[in-house]
């Protein structure tokens, strides 16, 4: 009887402790995507945007049933998820596993499973919640140490598994976005220079594959390569300054550095043409050597591992190669258009041309609804899901567009307040997850129509077409919200 | 950290639309042409006329059937199909490669597809009245080319749809587009396509045209192409086609001042109005088939010996070299004899000079002439510096490489030179071993085309414009590599020898089929072995003889003594063109001509069975 009541003023405490500025920007950008749906999918011969056999009206219904499932979210105790966090992951890792083998062939992917009466559920877009879930529970362990090996690599392993899994679903793209629970381990103290590592392999590969093939000059010297080397020297020499604090040896490194390289170049231009990359690649090796020596001299792990980040630095332009000839056909043309190798506008260019094309004629205020030319003659591929943002750009215009943005970087950065201010480490570590998530998505998905980031298949979330995905995002948000809604309530 | 990322993101990313949106032109400008539909509107090809003004290629409509995929919805498949004569599945399948995107790039469900091209004249008038029960089908009209005339298919070639090769090479062509594959068709399109048009039209979201953009600032008129004279006379090409009618050669005619070509035979040839519309795929096929390669226009491309007919050209260089005067005579005893060696002649008296040797076509005289030539150690240090020279003389006679015409696929022939011999019999070689080139044998090998230039240049005494088969473009002008005067190494007085050869050769020598002609016709015979059968029959020559106007080369294959075609018809031709009809006689002759066909059974029997063997081996 007692803790009936308990319950019940609870419940109202959490009713008026939400954050309903969440919830407005939540509500805004379903109204917002409700609408770029219907300007996608509008066609003039269906005229009813109501009608359940369009894709506006059937997103109605999966908005409907969102909200629905967002107000019976909250009414589930964060007590829940603590207890079942690992549950949960263990079921969604089980329903993952058993997509693979039960999912028919989507175009190439075997990600969705279908429910009948023509509706499909993509388990990938669930697991994301329950990831996090137990990421907030393991990290919340008594004793948890992020930088002890063996934490860490637990870790890590919680999201890499799933990852792996709808890697084998051929959704390499949903898969993509488990990269972002980085963002939260660095949050929860991960050492900025795995970050920084992962920024310096990204830098290799685009400026290893796009510059590979022109040469300096009259020199028998590949532009990628050699400014890969010379970015591997400069790296190196700024993680040794930065983690060895020893201006002397840094100085050192530098000025071997800077002669060596400057020597070999004014050789090969003015004396004898010759491939200076081995020269630079020496370096390289040499500046490892000499960190290697320093860490044995001083016993410090450190400058070993910055000798291990030289010399994966001097192999990235050679593995940037052989991981690219290992890509399927499909993946390899898109980023070689993205990096500007490849101008194939008839062909995998084509949605990227096009989908620029289409936001670049919105201009300022754009076209109006429903009056976006390009997306109503069906130019954009894909418009209603993953492209979702052309029509956005082109019937609102730059203002529109620009509107979203902002909109989003204010829901981001108000759900990265909220996460601060929760009391412990489950609910940090999980608003995290979130916040991140979001970022990423909002990252690739309109990076990739405007040309920016390379053509990987992730929806936008509230804009893009599709139930599974609104679900997800929803379930992923409402945990959060009630988490936050009690984080007033004493425990007991 | 991470708020911070967010927040540099999403700069990141109004900045660039701001550069999309608002700075950049060029996505603004591809959006109009994307959002906007280009209509294109295509020019009228230009007409084709012969040298009198005759029209022999014109324009005429045709239909091709567009279709706009997204518009199907509740098309009666069945009817349709059964209108177009077409089954359910050929009709699925042309719908699948018209959506495949890898076959057609430009593929959008909103906008007009090629469904089929050319509709025949009775398709169209079925389909138009059923025409508004297909949704989604519209008509597009086109033109195709017409022949008013069953001759000249060779030389005017015909037009067909570009392949992917030919839009790779000229971006100006677009996928569904015609130009020309033969013929000045194709080597005249430039002139002959004009430039495409179009109209800029205004859509709305709904896909439907709202008007010119900008009232059609940016619209662009089609410009037609021009018109073509041909130098070609239809009348004098259409005896010639008539005369050649069952026998392989070739007849070619030159006006001599200007290097335009006359007429241009090629036997067999076709009827180019078998080419025209759809069927001109499977045409090709069957005539690329037949034994007899009726799409070779030997008239360019066929090489033959040149027999007799070359003598001429020996004469003027041993001439020219002071290797004989017009007194010089050589012995000829049925032959040129020398050792063991023997070059067989007809009977004549001997020994002769040369304008009688000319008239006669004495064996003897040319190969003594060669002979004395090519051992001539005080003139030339070694034989291969007087073979060079012989070679040199040749060329500049239009001999051994392309004249230059305006027609595609020409071949340059064969003169061979010191080198070549070198090759073939090591430096171990002598006057004897080649001594059949002087009168046209051995490795001499030319076309029709430049045994009529040797015509030409004889009766212009000593030089020959680049002959040529379109006299006149409209509102555009030749090129002037085919106004190109050509001199040959021979001066013009040894040219009056030849020519003095010539006329007695038609008054009383070789040619004596020619002397009727009521103007002083000139003219030599030459009669080919080969390696094909029964010997060539050539004919060279041109009329009247102080002021020509026609040059001409009949070369008929496997006809025997020039005496027996080459010159009949090379004087039926003469006369026609001369005195612009054929006399009543003359006109019986032609008839009896034209049924006179020569049996190539055995020949073409022989040859298969041989490229047979050849391939099973």
Partial sequence: MNGEKLNETTNKGIFLSLDWWTIILYLVLLVWGWFSVCGASYSFEHPDLFSFEEYSGKQLVWIGTSVLLAAMLLFVEKRF??????????????????????????????????????????????????????????????????????????????????????????????????????????????????????????????????????????????????????????????MTQVYGQQWSETRLMLYVVLIADVLAFLFSKFVIPFDVCWVLLAVVVLQAIYLVWLAVKRQSWRHALIAAFALFSASMFYLCDTLLEHLDDHQRVRIEVLLGKRDDLRGAGYNVNQAKIAIGSGGLAGKGFLNGTQTKLKYVPEQNTDFIFCTVGEEEGFVGSTGVLVVYLIFILRLLKLSERQPDTLGRVYGYSVSSIFLFHLFINVGMVLGLTPVIGIPLPFFSYGGSSLWGFTILLFIFLRMDAERNLKRQ | MIGGIAVLIVLAYIARLAFLQLMSDDYKASADNNAFYNNVIYPSRGTIYDRNGKMLVYNQPAYDLMVIANELEGLDTLDFCRTMGMSREQFDARMSQIKDRNKNPGYSSYTQQVFQTQLSAADYSVLQEKLFRYKGFYIRSRTVRKYAFPYLAHVLGDVAEVSPADIERDPYYEPGDYMGKQGIERSYEQDLRGEKGVEVLLRDARGRIQGHYKNGAFDRKPKPGRDLTLSIDLDLQALGERLMEGKLGAIVAIEPKTGEVLCMVSGPT??????????????????????????????????????????????????????????????????????????????????????????????????????????????????????????????????????????????????????YYDKAHGTNWNAISVISISIGQGEVLLTPLQIANLGATIANRGYYITPHVVKEVKGGALADSLLTKHVTKVEPKYYEFVCEGMRKAVLGGTCKGAAYLPFEACGKTGTAQNPHGQDHSAFMGFAPKDDPKIAICVYVENGKWGATYGVPIGALMMEQYINGKLSPSSEAKAEAFQHRHISYEARTAKEQKKEKSKSER
Wanted: glycine fraction near 10%; proline fraction near 6%; hydrophobic fraction near 45%.
């Fill in chain 1, 81 to 238: 998820y603590e207890l079942s966090a690992y549950f949960l992951y263990g079921a969604m890792m089980f329903l993952l596993i058993v997509t693979i083998f039960i999912a028919p062939d989507t175009k190439g992917s075997h990600s969705w499973i279908p429910l009948g009466a023509g509706i499909k559920l993509q388990p990938a877009e669930f697991a994301k919640f329950s990831v996090a879930l137990a990421m907030g529970k393991f990290m919340s362990r008594y004793g948890y140490e992020l930088r002890r090996p063996k934490d860490f690599f637990t870790t890590v392993g919680l999201f890499i598994f799933p990852m792996l899994l709808i890697v084998l679903q051929r959704e390499t793209g949903s898969a993509l976005v488990y990269l972002a629970f980085f963002l939260v381990l660095y949050r929860e103290g991960m050492t900025g220079s795995l970050l920084f590592t992962a920024f310096a392999a990204v830098v290799y590969f685009v400026v290893g594959i796009r510059f590979g093939e022109d040469m300096i000059g009259q020199m028998p010297v590949s532009v990628g390569e050699f400014s890969v080397l010379l970015l591997a020297q400069f790296f190196t020499l700024g």
């Fill in chain 2, 270 to 419: 076709y009827d180019p109005r078998q080419l025209e519309g759809k069927e001109r795929g499977k045409r090709m096929i069957e005539m690329g088939k037949d034994p007899l390669k009726p799409l070779l226009n030997r008239a360019v491309m066929g090489t033959y010996p040149p027999g007799s007919t070359f003598k001429t050209s020996q004469a003027l260089t041993f001439l020219q070299e002071g290797i004989i005067t017009p007194q010089t005579a050589y012995p000829c005893s049925r032959g040129f004899r020398l050792g063991g060696f023997k070059m067989g002649c007809h009977g004549h008296p001997a020994p002769l000079p040369l304008v009688p040797a000319i008239a006669t076509s004495c064996n003897g005289y040319f190969g003594w002439g060669l002979y004395h030539m090519l051992n001539n150690r005080t003139k030339y240090k070694t034989i291969q510096e007087a073979m060079t020279t012989w070679k040199d003389y040749m060329v500049s006679m239009g001999f051994g490489y392309k004249l230059g015409i305006d027609l595609p696929s020409e071949l340059r022939g064969l003169i061979p030179n010191a080198p």
